[in-house]
């Protein structure tokens, strides 16, 4: 399927965390880990905020061709700093490989990645699309589950309740899809920023959900290694949330665990239980 990070902490140069990792998520592109899929080829984004601009709108960086030889993105990754910064490499479910359709998602000053799929999409996106705010829908570009998702969230409240609009998203889609006989619709890792705040959702419908991990306090990993000089560089508020490890050291990761979201916001970093809100 796909993979994705989402970093929100000290002001870095992109190079730092998309590149430099032993296990970078440019990396994972070709060779993941944990995925569905060895490689993750199917096209790239990432999204970032420049505070210093006076502008809270995110920007878009997308490419229909794979993250590991794009000179653009190494080209930009040595030039930009941002403290938050979203990166996605896709492996395509179905839909067209083509820029609308890779990740994140943005409207306004949200947004939005996601790693999984809804089963039986293609027999219920109608039914999804018709759900979308009529006053939303136009701003839909692409073809992908991810972005019926996004937009189903905006619907139901993403601006004032990040967590209650997922729920009641993911609701909507349980229902329709056991409408459709799909006995199993969701399976998402999903993330989701307003610019100061990231939301990350682990649930799937059945079963185990794909895997998603955040990284220890930084206080604490300077005590478990105090020679590891980039821990110098950050400050303790920093923190990662990525779809699978970026390197092997020693308590640096944590398994989100199933049917739960976590929220990053400044040094404040939580855990909740997740749960579908049927409409």
């Known amino acids: 399927m796909c993979r994705w990070l989402a970093y929100s902490g000290t ?26 899929e060895t490689t993750n080829g199917d096209g790239f984004g990432i999204g970032w905020y420049a505070p210093d601009t006076g502008v809270d709108t995110p920007a878009i960086m997308r490419d229909v061709g794979p993250a590991w030889n794009n000179r ?3 080209e930009i990754s040595q030039h930009v700093v941002s403290p938050l910064l979203f990166a996605h490499i896709r492996a395509s479910t179905g839909t067209a490989v083509q820029q609308t359709n ?15 799929a809804i089963s039986g999409f293609h027999q219920m ?23 019926t998702m996004f937009f189903l969230a905006l619907t139901y409240g993403l601006e004032d309740d990040p967590p209650g609009a997922v729920a009641r998203m993911v609701g909507t889609v349980e229902r329709i899809g056991h409408e459709h006989g799909v006995a199993a619709p969701m399976q998402m890792t999903v993330a989701v920023t307003d610019g100061s705040t990231v939301w990350a959702f682990r649930y799937a419908s059945e079963g ?9 306090r930084v206080e604490s990993l300077r005590a478990l290694h105090p020679d590891a000089a980039f821990l110098q ?5 920093t923190r990662l949330v990525v779809s699978e490890p970026l390197g092997d050291l020693p308590g640096a990761w944590n398994e989100v665990p199933n049917d739960s979201y976590g929220l990053v916001r400044g040094s ?11 409409l």
């Open 125 to 147: 996106r109608r039914q999804l699309s018709m759900a979308v705010d009529p006053t939303l829908y136009l701003d839909i570009e692409g073809t992908t589950d991810s972005e």
């Open 72 to 74: 653009n993105l190494r």
């Open 208 to 216: 185990t959900a794909r895997t998603l991990f955040y990284s220890t």
């Open 102 to 116: 890779c990740h994140p998602f943005r409207r306004g000053r949200w947004m939005w990645m996601h790693n999984g």
């Open 11 to 36: 002001p870095l140069l992109l190079e730092k965390i998309l590149y430099e990792p032993k296990h970078s998520l440019i990396d994972q592109s070709l060779h993941s880990r944990l995925g569905v």
């Open 233 to 237: 560089e950050v400050s303790d508020d």
């Open 268 to 278: 404040t970093g939580e855990l909740h239980p997740f749960a579908p809100q049927p």
